[in-house]
């Protein structure tokens, strides 16, 4: 793997300054789920450039895209996101809270880095196929909204990723770990109920309130989380509270849910069952109501035969060369956070990796040294991403690389800031090489590839879940 890191590495740092000014462009685009119409054209134009076929607007949405290099098998994709979030403007490397010029959104989960790292791998196996005479079809696709939206799922369902034998991905993250976790499914619905809107005080009785059947509806689904399984998260907000005026019986409302459990299957499950709670309340209230299905995502599933390729391109490629002013100004940060969380987290990663573990990545305020072992881990992690769909089409692993200071929040503007300077960049070349020797490694081994798929026929079943009913679009100008 170390003479493979050499050359894949070797073609990456090529493209250093062409990929570091990709993905600041993208930086300052900070377009959020499903606007992403000038990140996804950056991204395009470049895999143009270099020599790659591209497919525009599949799954029916405007910003989602394949880019695909070579013929035949084995076929190995890498994903790609590129959308921003609300709020989380922030001046490149500032670690004062100061907006970036008028902009509201900003790259606070990085995936700025994420879409660039995963084209940094695809174009080096693509180059290593060129010049190595290695067979078979390389594949980036650009999915979009993946923080409010779900673009893989609609393009699992419209079949974009199948014809692969295994799919690569990353993070930006505060570790070099490669992902042993898995991952809760998640489904989007919105409950919206009609009522009849009158004087409040002067003719109650003619009044039917669809704010009562909101309340009505969460008290249920209180009730319901004493007799669901314990790692399943059902939360709410409300979207429409049905006005400002305690003095007109509400005749509008409506309320959003995450419903979240281990497996899909489950996840659909549960989700009838907060349905049935949804209509109760309906029929208590005599109000109409109408369930909306906004996204819905699969668990990630690991695979661990692509996860363990992983992890060796990992350890061949080695920590992010980080430089002193990228560690001083890492440091800068942390100052602006709580010590006792910094100090939590070094303490997570000592009962977890073990003490000499953890005293080395207290030495720095970035993981400039360590690579954490792999651990699969039997606990589901409570949080959920749509990878987990493109793991449900073919075996799928994900990488995660220091991007940002130990301590730094997720979807903070502090991880805006550090996403658009050096720290950020030099961690998604790190994440790009070790994709690639995974993937080159792979469409070398068919063996490995074979073991890969009877792994994902035996935990998956095989075949695509769809967490969603099949009519559902994906909801490109919001949820309303
Ligand atoms: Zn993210």
């Known amino acids: 793997m170390k003479q493979l890191a050499e050359i894949l590495g070797g073609y990456i740092e090529k493209n250093r300054e062409r990929l570091f000014a990709l993905s600041q462009q993208i930086w300052e685009y900070a377009e959020v789920g499903f606007q992403e119409y000038r990140s996804a054209e950056a991204l395009k134009d470049f895999l143009k450039e270099e020599g790659f076929s591209i497919e525009s607007g599949v799954a029916g949405i405007p910003t989602a895209f394949v880019a695909k290099y070579g013929q035949g098998k084995p076929a190995i994709g890498f994903l790609g ?3 921003a979030l609300y709020d989380l403007s922030q001046e490149p490397g500032n670690p004062e809270r100061k907006y970036f010029k008028d902009q509201n959104a900003g790259h606070g989960c990085g995936h700025n880095e994420l879409g660039v790292g995963s084209l940094a791998a695809a174009v080096a196996v693509k180059d290593y196929m060129k010049e190595q005479g290695l067979a078979g079809t390389v594949y980036y696709f650009g999915c979009p909204a993946e923080e409010d939206g779900s673009g893989k799922m609609f393009m699992a369902r419209a079949g974009v990723f199948d014809e692969l034998d295994g799919a690569f991905t990353w993070h930006p993250e505060e570790k070099n770990a490669v992902d042993g976790n898995s991952w809760l499914a998640c489904i989007g619905v919105l409950y919206r109920y009609k009522g009849r809107a009158t004087h409040a005080a002067g003719q109650p009785h003619l009044g039917r309130s669809a704010l009562d059947a909101c309340e009505l509806m969460n008290v249920g689904v209180n009730y319901l989380r004493e007799h669901m399984i314990q790692d399943a998260r059902v939360h709410y907000a409300y979207r429409d509270a049905g006005g400002g005026a305690p003095n007109v019986v509400q005749d509008h409302a409506a309320v959003y849910y995450f419903i979240r459990a281990p497996k899909v299957a489950q996840a659909i ?13 309906a029929l208590m209230t005599e109000t109409q109501l109408e369930i909306v299905t906004t996204d819905g995502l699969c668990d990630f599933v690991p695979n661990h035969a692509l996860s363990e390729l992983l992890q060796q391109g990992l350890e061949a490629v080695g920590a992010p060369n980080f430089t002193d002013e990228d560690r001083a100004l890492a440091a800068q940060f942390q100052k602006g956070f709580d010590p006792a969380e910094i100090e939590a987290q070094i303490k997570w990663y000592g009962e977890k990796y ?31 991403t749509d990878v987990g769909d493109v793991s449900y089409v073919c075996p799928t692993a994900q990488l995660f690389t220091c991007t940002f200071a130990i301590g730094t929040a997720g979807h903070s503007w502090q991880l805006t800031a550090m996403s658009g300077c050096n720290i950020g960049h030099e961690g998604m070349l790190t994440a790009g090489k070790a994709m690639a020797c995974a993937a080159v490694k792979a469409m070398q081994n068919p063996d490995v590839l074979q073991k890969a798929r009877e792994e994902y026929v035996k935990t998956t079943g095989g075949s695509y879940i769809c967490p969603v009913p099949a009519d559902v679009a994906p909801m490109l100008d919001g949820v309303k």
């Open 81 to 83: 996101e590129y959308d």
């Open 269 to 281: 499950e549960l989700r009838e069952r907060v349905d049935n709670i949804a209509r109760g309340a």
């Open 354 to 384: 073990g003490e000499e573990t953890a005293r080395e990545i207290a030495k720095s305020p970035l993981m400039d040294k360590v690579i954490l072992p792999l651990q699969f881990n039997p606990i589901v992690s409570p949080g959920s």
